[in-house]
T-cell receptor, first 111, second 112 residues
């Protein structure tokens, strides 16, 4: 069974903390994505990676960075967490415009 | 900016009824189309891909209308467990960061 695994289901952090969200996929997909989802705003793309060490900004990259050192792993980094980054974070992967497979999400609360 | 639009609802539908909703897209070069289902506080899960000739999976039928640039989802004999948010996803040529665009979803509530 194909799988996208996010390291934490729930996370509570304090303002100013550095936060790492990890995502691993076992499908050998080239593409990996980080989205955030907020009520009324739908899914918004933060960053996208189409290969190891390659990344592209999505719609809302400000305040975030990413790392893809290995094909199966895509990390989202909040350098200095702020309260407006409280959200559901979803990782996904696919092979070129094909269907996306999502992780189970991380609900991040920044206090 | 490529747009994918959905009626947010909620659609309140009695159990057993048939319900349909559409999703419009702005880029005529779109190549791939999907319907996802998302339950509250869960991740989106693929419901079905949408093919040019239309396709059916049990009680669910998806159709593509390229001329009018919309896709539709029809649910027959609706069940309480069909209550969810249905997301439309459209893929554009070239992939890249904006290769897949999501609608904001249609909220469906099946009532007993």
């Amino acid at each position: 069974d194909v799988k996208v695994t996010q390291s934490s289901r729930y996370l509570v952090k304090r303002t100013g903390e550095k936060v790492f969200l990890e995502c691993v996929q076992d499908m050998d997909h080239e593409n990996m994505f980080w989205y955030r989802q907020d009520p009324g705003l739908g899914l918004r793309l933060i960053y996208f990676s189409y290969d190891v060490k390659m990344k592209e900004k999505g719609d809302i990259p400000e305040g975030y960075s990413v790392s893809r050192e290995k094909k199966e792993r895509f990390s989202l980094i909040l350098e200095s967490a702020s309260t407006n980054q409280t959200s559901m974070y979803l990782c996904a992967s696919n092979a070129d415009n094909e269907k996306l497979f999502f992780g189970s999400g991380t609900q991040l609360s920044v206090l | 900016r490529k747009e994918v639009e959905q009626d947010p609802g909620p659609f309140n539908v009695p159990e057993g009824a048939t319900v349909a909703f559409n999703c419009t897209y702005s880029n005529s070069a779109s190549q791939s189309f999907f319907w996802y289902r998302q339950d509250c506080r869960k991740e989106p899960k693929l419901l079905m891909s949408v093919y040019s000739s239309g396709n059916e999976d049990g009680r669910f039928t998806a159709q593509l209308n390229r001329a009018s640039q919309y896709i539709s989802l029809l649910i027959r004999d609706s069940k309480l467990s069909d209550s969810a948010t249905y997301l439309c996803v459209v893929g554009y040529s070239g992939g890249g960061a904006d290769g897949l665009t999501f609608g904001k979803g249609t909220h469906l509530i099946i009532q007993p």
